[in-house]
């Protein structure tokens, strides 16, 4: 599952233009998905390869905040067109060293993700921010730094 959230600077523009920003949300965190699986070599990239996802909009948060994240579901796994066939991105495994045996509560090392996710958040905020400009709504003069 990767989450796509807005920050709080955009809300009171979202909350103006619910419509708008959630048709764009759910837009650019699809395109920046399908941007990234296709250029990954494993999903296919160079090829045929088409992947797919489900998304979810929820405007609030648990405290009933305003807050519009999109969770979308996907599998690491995309359909390559031209073969007919099932291309899985395998996930690395992890291996305690000896040392680590010792370590209580040892957590495996960051990574395993499908995607990088800073790579992901740099992406999708160009997508997003590209397309309220060109839909028409000014944004905030400052917006903080990915």
């Given amino acids: 599952m990767v989450t796509f959230t807005l920050p709080s600077e955009l809300r009171k523009l979202a909350w103006n233009h619910q419509r708008v920003i959630y048709a764009l949300l759910l837009q650019g965190a699809w395109d920046t998905l399908n941007t990234f699986s296709h250029n990954d070599a494993k999903l296919g990239a160079g ?3 088409t992947a797919g996802a489900v998304g ?11 807050h519009p994240p999109v969770h979308m579901v996907m599998p690491a796994a995309a359909l390559d067109t ?10 690395r495994t992890w291996r305690r060293r000896d040392s680590d045996a ?3 509560n040892s957590a495996p090392p960051s990574g395993g993700y499908l995607f990088n996710h800073r790579a992901l958040a ?15 709504l000014s944004l905030p003069a400052k917006l903080p730094e990915v």
């Fill in 47 to 49: 090829i045929t390869a």
């Fill in 56 to 66: 979810v909009l929820h405007a609030h948060n648990r405290r009933l905040d305003f």
């Fill in 82 to 91: 031209k073969r007919g066939l099932w291309r899985t991105k395998v996930r």
């Fill in 102 to 104: 010792t370590a209580p």
């Fill in 122 to 136: 740099k992406v999708f905020r160009a997508k997003l921010l590209g397309a309220a400009k060109h839909g028409g």
